[in-house]
């Protein structure tokens, strides 16, 4: 059984939200992974400081 499967449909707007975002995304493309790819890669060279180091953010995170 998939966990999706015990999981309830609660409406939460934020999901709602973040999956019709991302649906419009991919229809920006034309559905095109390729094209979705080269889109992100060039939003991360235009806004670098907007990027998140996971290996640093781990780190402050990690209580001592």
């Known amino acids: 059984i998939l966990m999706t499967d015990k999981r309830k449909n609660y409406p939460d707007p934020l999901i709602d939200e973040v999956r019709e975002r991302r649906r419009q995304l991919w229809a920006d493309y ?3 992974l390729d094209r979705v790819y080269a ?3 060039r939003l ?3 806004h670098p400081e907007m990027m998140v180091d996971p290996r640093k953010s781990r780190k402050a995170n990690t209580k001592k």
Do not use: T
């Open 39 to 41: 889109a992100i890669q």
């Open 30 to 32: 034309g559905n095109d």
């Open 44 to 46: 991360q060279a235009q």
